[in-house]
């Protein structure tokens, strides 16, 4: 299938011939079921990842056990940032979100290929920046928009990385990501619901009405995507 393809991925899409022809053979296709952890918190990374239809939840646990998402990876990135940075791991975990494939480089692979410069190093850097704006747009949005804005945002970018309308996912799980009680999302969602946007049933959530999403978000979306194709632009 096309979307398992390397250049579905769009850091690996936007290489040039020859530095793809060298890494390619480094690079293994997996599928990734929802709710695998491709690392934990402090734990030595191993591999990144470079999802094509797959999206990994980036998470930060807290000592009372509470979760919230600080971003997510798609077919736009790569999870694994803390190999080339130079930290080896990271304070949160990242867990599969929406199933799907993608593609698995060694640590060691990556963190030569980056210390080469070049065009991977300069397109890892753009992503890193991007993803940085998400972070922080995802703190702002949490500390002052509603959970309606927030719920908005979180589907508008899921949207962006998949080719579906109908998102297989629970409500106890975008609570999690959210931060907040199932209760809460419930009621959101029925919002959302009643207004026309979506159709909310057991295991799925169906987008009817992007545009209304979009209104009724946050410009915390905008300002990420804005970001992103702001980045894309420089290659």
Known sequence: MKDQEPGH??????????????????????????????????????????????????????????????????????????????????????????????YRMDARILQSEFAKGGRMQALLLRYTQALMTQIAQTAVCNCHHSLEQRLCRWLLLTLDRCASQDLVITQELVASILGVRRESITDAAGGLERAGYINSRRGHMAVVNRKGLEATACECYAMVKKEVLRLRKND
Not at 35 to 57: D, K, M, N, R
Not at 59 to 67: D, I, L, Q
């Open 9 to 102: 991925n769009y850091l690996l899409s936007a290489l040039q011939e020859e530095d793809y022809a060298r890494l390619s053979q480094n690079l293994h296709l997996e599928l990734l079921p929802i709710g695998q952890l491709l690392y934990s918190p402090g734990a030595q990374l191993s591999h990144a990842y470079f999802p094509t239809t797959a999206i990994v939840s980036l998470h930060y646990v807290t000592e009372s056990g509470a979760v919230a998402e600080t971003a997510g990876v798609g077919n736009e990135g790569v999870v694994g940032v803390a190999l080339f940075l130079g930290g080896g791991s990271m304070p949160g975990s990242a867990i599969v979100q929406t199933a799907g494939y993608a």
